[in-house]
Structures are given as structure tokens and as C-alpha cells.
T-cell receptor, first 114, second 112 residues
Framework: AAGVIQSPRHLIKEKRETATLKCYPISRHDTVYWYQQGPGQDPQFLISFYEKMQSDKGSIPDRFSAQQFSDYHSELNMSSLELGDSALYFC?????????????FGPGTRLTVL | DAKTTQPTSMDCAEGRAANLPCNHSTISGNEYVYWYRQIHSQGPQYIIHGLKNNETNEMASLIITEDRKSSTLILPHATLRDTAVYYCIVRVEMNTGNQFYFGTGTSLTVIP
């Protein structure tokens, strides 16, 4: 079965630009999570969506927003990019109420802000 | 919130069992323990999870103490490809979802 798909895999932006990251969950998964992993750091939870509604919010900056669409894919929109936003961004999906609600992670998008 | 504590690093000889400990002394009754691993900047890979009972799958075994304050992930026959950062995570159950708080993890190096 296909895993979580993220696009693009690599993205280079200038300061103050905007970026949009996309996540396509595993088929029949209804919950999507976004994580940010800075260089040498551990993944940090940003935000999650269940059935197209925001479910939990972590350390997501106000410059970032996200949504989940009717086909359950999700997009993370990042504006006024800063150098410190350079990181790996992971998306994970799960089936809420499934066995243990196990999250399955995508390969990540590497964002570089110059 | 530091929900889990793990050793920073460990070595294991190839072919031997790797035992990775984790302390989660503040775990509550309905919180699961999950183990993931991350191989150099790849997406975290699910290994195993448990609530109270010991669990085993094709990848590993999870031993949870009776008081649930600690657990051990066992890789029965470590290979070089098991070199990774291993994260022990306590899932925080919220109303409409579950957050994963990654700690610092254990960097496991399997030595030939």
C-alpha cells in the first residue's frame, strides 16, 4: 500500500517569501499531523487535522497556517519566511480510532530559506 | 513537557540483542507508549506500541513494567541497518486527536 506522500521533497525560498507544502495521507486515513524538525533537533508537533477540522495545535508560528481538504490531503502554508524556518517538515497520517491510532510518517520536505 | 527520558546514545554489536530503555514515570492510565526510529533525516518509522502488556511484532519486542513507569524496546538481532535514532513517545490523548511529543531519543550505533 502507498505510504504518506509529501511534495515537494525539496524547496528553496528567499527570506520573506511564501511556501506551500503538501501532504497526501494513506488511503482511508482521516487525520493528518504536521511536524517540524530543525537541524540537529527532534521533531516538533505543529498542528493536526481530523475530518478536515483542526484538532490540535502545537508550536506552530502565527505566520504558518494549514488546512485539510475534502480528499483529506493537507497543505501547510508558510508566509514571511525566516532563516530559522529552514527545516525538515514531516507529515503523518492516521486513522482516528484505529488500532492505537498509529501515525505513519511521510519522507518529509526539506525547506531551505536563503 | 519532558514525558520520556532515554539514554543519549548506545552501541550494540551486530547480531546481538539491542535493549533500549525508556522512563516515562508520569504516564497516565490511558496513555500509550510508542517507539519510532529515524534513520538520518528520513521520516520517523513506526516500530511498535503498547499500553500495559508486552508486545511483539516482526521488528521488535516491547517490555512494559507493571507500574508502566518504564519500558524497554528489544531488537532481537541487531543489524547495521538498525543504526538510527530511536524515540520513545508517550501519546497524549486529546479530545479529537493525539499529539506525539518526541524527546531527544537514543542514537543507536550497531557495530560490525
Amino acid at each position: 500500500a502507498a505510504g504518506v506522500i509529501q511534495s515537494p521533497r525539496h524547496l528553496i525560498k528567499e527570506k520573506r517569501e511564501t511556501a506551500t507544502l503538501k501532504c497526501y495521507p494513506i488511503s482511508r486515513h482521516d487525520t493528518v499531523y504536521w511536524y517540524q524538525q530543525g537541524p540537529g533537533q527532534d521533531p516538533q508537533f505543529l498542528i493536526s487535522f481530523y475530518e478536515k477540522m483542526q484538532s490540535d495545535k502545537g508550536s506552530i508560528p502565527d505566520r504558518f497556517s494549514a488546512q485539510q481538504f475534502s480528499d483529506y490531503h493537507s497543505e501547510l502554508n508558510m508566509s514571511s519566511l525566516e532563516l530559522g524556518d529552514s527545516a525538515l517538515y514531516f507529515c503523518a497520517s492516521s486513522f482516528f480510532g484505529g488500532p492505537g491510532d498509529t501515525q505513519y510518517f511521510g519522507p518529509g520536505t526539506r525547506l531551505t530559506v536563503l | 513537557d519532558a514525558k520520556t527520558t532515554q539514554p543519549t546514545s548506545m552501541d550494540c554489536a551486530e547480531g546481538r540483542a539491542a535493549n533500549l530503555p525508556c522512563n516515562h514515570s508520569t504516564i497516565s492510565g490511558n496513555e500509550y507508549v510508542y517507539w519510532y526510529r529515524q534513520i538520518h533525516s528520513q521520516g520517523p518509522q513506526y516500530i511498535i506500541h503498547g499500553l500495559k502488556n508486552n508486545e511483539t511484532n516482526e521488528m521488535a519486542s516491547l517490555i512494559i513494567t507493571e507500574d508502566r513507569k518504564s519500558s524497554t524496546l528489544i531488537l532481537p538481532h541487531a543489524t547495521l541497518r538498525d543504526t538510527a535514532v530511536y524515540y520513545c513517545i508517550v501519546r497524549v490523548e486529546m479530545n479529537t486527536g493525539n499529539q506525539f511529543y518526541f524527546g531527544t531519543g537514543t542514537s543507536l550505533t550497531v557495530i560490525p
